[in-house]
């Protein structure tokens, strides 16, 4: 859910205004990237491919930005792109993965062949985790992007407050739900 100025909660993603004036040049945006990222993550190569993933799940990235995007993915040392891959609702797409050898998982982002529309991501377990053997999809995601009329109003903590939840004293992020949540009977947006 986005608030005030359609920027997503917890979010690293950038605004639309940001995404606009990013570089066009896929070799300059890694570059951008890689000094706007420095020192997160557990390796610069590794985190400009979870950057460029902040940025696509939003499914607001503009056609243009987003073939940059997956231009600067491809070029990250070790990168490799793999086709017949499946996001987590089963449509399949092309993968461009880089393996994050000090965390032990393949991060993979999943293109659309046809759209060049980014329709998911994973992470796939690279070595045994407890009682997950290797091969495991410890993370994934299926993103789909279609046009509304308009869009949710905007509440301080997001779905949380949509959905009747309290904040706790448990620490920030913590919210207490009600067990069964009623749908309203308009799905109009309140002024």
């Known amino acids: 859910m986005a608030n005030p100025g359609g920027d997503f909660y917890g979010s690293d993603a950038a ?3 940001t995404i606009a004036s990013l ?8 570059n951008y990237i890689y000094l706007h990222a420095l020192g997160q993550g557990n390796s610069r190569d590794g985190e400009a491919l979870s950057w460029i993933a902040d940025q696509l799940r939003t499914g607001a990235v503009p056609a243009v930005e987003r073939a940059v995007m997956y231009r600067a993915a491809a070029m990250i040392p070790g990168a490799e792109t793999a086709e017949r891959q499946a996001n987590l609702d089963g449509r399949p797409g092309v993968a461009i993965g880089y393996v994050e050898t000090t ?3 393949r991060q993979d982002l999943i293109i659309d062949p046809g759209t060049g529309a980014f329709i998911g991501e994973r992470e796939v377990l690279l070595k045994p985790d407890g009682v997950f053997p290797a091969g495991t999809a410890q993370a994934w995601t299926a993103v789909r ?3 509304a009329d308009g869009a949710p109003r905007a509440t301080p903590d997001g779905g949380f407050d949509a959905g009747g939840c309290t ?9 207490t739900c009600p067990s069964k949540l009623t749908r309203p009977r308009s799905s109009r947006p309140r002024p």
């Open 23 to 30: 570089p066009n040049d896929p070799t300059r945006l890694l």
């Open 145 to 147: 992007t279609t046009v």
């Open 15 to 17: 605004s639309d205004t």
């Open 167 to 175: 904040p706790t004293n448990y620490g920030e992020g913590s919210y």
């Open 103 to 105: 965390a032990g998982y």
